[in-house]
Structures are given as structure tokens and as C-alpha cells.
């Protein structure tokens, strides 16, 4: 039978994938402001402009959520002497929130 905990950890390493998910279609969809999208073939250069407001703190924002949500993906073995604590429903919601607000950061700035 499976341990609660253990279920837990599983439920949540599956939104840290999502929530990677979201990171990378937020680079390309608010970030990049569709100037760039995968699988196109071609890059809407006549949008750069938009991208010229890129700030510092945008780019740490990724590289921590990214790297947070690396963490605890299946498939991502820690080093044994690393602390292997999933984060709590409250950790895992203030990640969640992060991504929101900077989605949220990025489009109030814009719309100026």
C-alpha cells in the first residue's frame, strides 16, 4: 500500500512539471510576446520592440522558477548528501504565485 507522503510527493513533483510547463510557455507567450514561438518557422521581428522593456528580475524570476521546478522532477536525481524535502502545499502555492505575479508584472508594465 502507498504511504500518504508518498503520494503527496508524487502529486507534487506532477505541478512542479506543470508549473515548468508554464515557465517555458510564459518565456515564449509573455516574455517573448510571441516574437519568437516553437515550431514556427518564422521569428516576427517586426515585434522586437516589445521585448526592449526585458528587465534583470524578469530573467532571475525564470532561472529560480525554473530551477525549482528542475528540482523536483522525476528523473532529476539529487546528490546524496542534498536535503530531499519536498516543499509543503504552502511552498508549492508561493511557487505557483511567483510565476503568477511575474506573468502579472510583465503585462501591467506593457500595457502602459
Not at 505541478?15 to 510564459?26: A, K, T, V
Not at 518564422?42 to 529560480?64: F, G, M, P, R
Request: hydrophobic share 35%; charged share 30%.
Amino acid at each position: 500500500m502507498l504511504s500518504t507522503p508518498w503520494l503527496a510527493a508524487k502529486e507534487a513533483m506532477l505541478i512542479y512539471g506543470q508549473l515548468r510547463e508554464c515557465w517555458e510557455r510564459g518565456i515564449e507567450e509573455i516574455l517573448l510576446g510571441g516574437i519568437v514561438e516553437r515550431y514556427r518557422n518564422s521569428v516576427q521581428t517586426q515585434q522586437i520592440l516589445l521585448v526592449s522593456d526585458i528587465t534583470v528580475e524578469d530573467c532571475k524570476d525564470i532561472e529560480n522558477g525554473m530551477t525549482k521546478c528542475s528540482k523536483w522532477l522525476p528523473g532529476h536525481d539529487l546528490a546524496a548528501g542534498a536535503p530531499q524535502d519536498m516543499p509543503d502545499p504552502d511552498g508549492l502555492q508561493a511557487d505557483v504565485d511567483s510565476f503568477n505575479n511575474w506573468v502579472e508584472r510583465i503585462k501591467k508594465r506593457r500595457k502602459k
